[in-house]
């Protein structure tokens, strides 16, 4: 990711600098594949789509993206080859503190004028932010929106239709939003310091400084990602509209570890009060090595000892769910979804029955699915071979992961 500097951001001939606004934790359109501007859609992050459309544009400049603390890997996988050619900054807890973070990355080598964009408005189109850049003035704000189609009601405190509002000028907001920079960016500081931060977009915060906005004619197209529907319904769109056959791969692993001196095991990330502990390079933790396995195996990504070799030192001890974790990262990073993980441990004891609900819960945080998509199942080996001797413990796991489907010839 670059720096800024004076070739970039100097807004000479009549260049615009750019804000994207990719922070935020979408949860509304579920967490499975990550953040909304990480899940594909037509072959690519949500992201990825939002910012070719800008660095295209003849009149950009600077880019900047506000992202989140946690998002830099996912960022990196999604931003490809155009990881370069933005500069990349952490964005706040809010969309309004990430908005002033981003303005102030520009603030050593002021723009003229700024575009304020949400990254998961990936439809915008050149004509629209044409409009918006044409539209803003030395002084004056520029917001593309639509006007309100349908019926307004306002609800009452029973739950019932309180009065008709009349939608007479009312209009539906945009993004980008352009302005001139130096005004929003002081708009953006005084809201900061006077503590209002309940802006719900930059638009407000000009109104409330007393910078004028002109509304400009919006786009149809440029929906904004919010629920799960809105992303299937764009990989669609993306997609010509065709039918995708689904890619539901399955993975599947095994793993074993022998009893030495201790006083507990830990299975499925639970700690269980033993005679014995596993013996391992790590936490020894067979179900989780096994799930580790069956979620790499779903995309052609080696095995546990791939990523995590026994003969490095910084592995001793360690906790697996580190293990599982970067493995479910790895599928999400590919486009894929994980539908269910399913674990048998096969041992004599301890007893894994009264530990099921605990290791469900903890697996769900680890794979971000539902715990009814997890199974964890105990069997013994019937006193025979090495299980049966309680001699150590084995475990077999199973993982389902949905990758974007392929379009039929």
């Not at 006007?147 to 000028?169: H, I, M, N, Q």
């Not at 995590?308 to 599928?331: K, L, M, N, T």
Request: with cysteine; net charge negative.
């Amino acid at each position: 990711m670059i720096d800024v500097s004076e070739d970039q951001t100097s807004g000479g001939a009549g260049k615009v600098a750019v804000v994207i606004v990719a922070a935020g934790r979408g949860a509304r359109a579920g967490q499975a594949n990550g953040p909304k501007q990480y899940q594909h859609i037509g072959g690519a992050a949500v992201i990825a789509h939002t910012l070719e459309i800008f660095l295209a544009h003849p009149l950009t400049s600077a880019v900047v993206v506000a992202i989140h603390a946690d998002d830099r890997d996912l960022f990196r996988q999604a931003a490809g080859a155009n990881v370069e050619r933005v500069i990349a900054i952490n964005g706040g807890a809010t969309r309004q503190a990430s908005v002033r973070l981003g303005l102030l990355a520009l603030r050593n080598h002021a723009p003229g004028r700024v575009l304020i964009h949400d990254a998961v408005r990936p439809f915008v189109d050149a004509e629209l932010i044409d409009r918006t850049i044409a539209a803003i003035g030395e002084r004056e704000g520029a917001l593309p929106a639509l006007p309100v189609a349908d019926t307004l009601k306002r609800e009452s405190a029973t739950g019932l239709v309180g009065e008709t509002v009349s939608r007479d000028g009312l209009h539906a907001a945009q993004t980008p939003q352009g302005f001139p920079f130096l005004p929003i960016l002081a708009a953006h500081e005084k809201a900061h310091h006077l503590g209002k931060m309940d802006f719900t977009d930059d638009a407000a915060i000009a109104e409330w400084a007393d910078i004028p906005v002109r509304i400009v004619p919006g786009s149809p197209d440029n929906v904004k990602l919010t629920w799960a529907r809105d992303i299937a319904m764009a990989h669609q769109r993306l997609s010509g509209g065709r039918t995708h056959f689904p890619d539901i791969r399955t993975g599947n692993g095994y793993d074993v570890h022998a009893f030495e001196p201790g006083d507990h095991v830990t299975l499925c990330g639970i700690a269980i009060p033993h005679d014995r502990k596993l013996s391992g390079h790590s936490d020894a933790d067979v179900g989780l090595h096994a799930l580790t396995d069956a979620l790499l195996a779903t995309c052609g990504s080696g095995d546990i000892g791939t990523h995590f070799p026994p003969s490095d030192p910084q592995w001793r001890g360690a906790a697996s769910r580190i293990f599982v974790e970067h493995a479910a990262r790895i599928v999400r990073e590919r486009g894929g979804r994980i539908a269910n993980a399913d674990i048998t441990l096969i041992c004599e004891a301890p007893r894994v029955g009264p530990h099921r609900e605990a290791m469900t819960a903890v697996l769900s945080q680890m794979l971000a699915i539902s715990p009814d998509r997890i199974s964890i199942k105990a069997t013994t080996n019937e006193k025979l071979g090495f299980v049966g001797r309680e001699e150590g413990i084995a475990a077999i796991a199973t993982a389902s992961v949905v990758f974007p489907g392929e379009v039929p010839e």
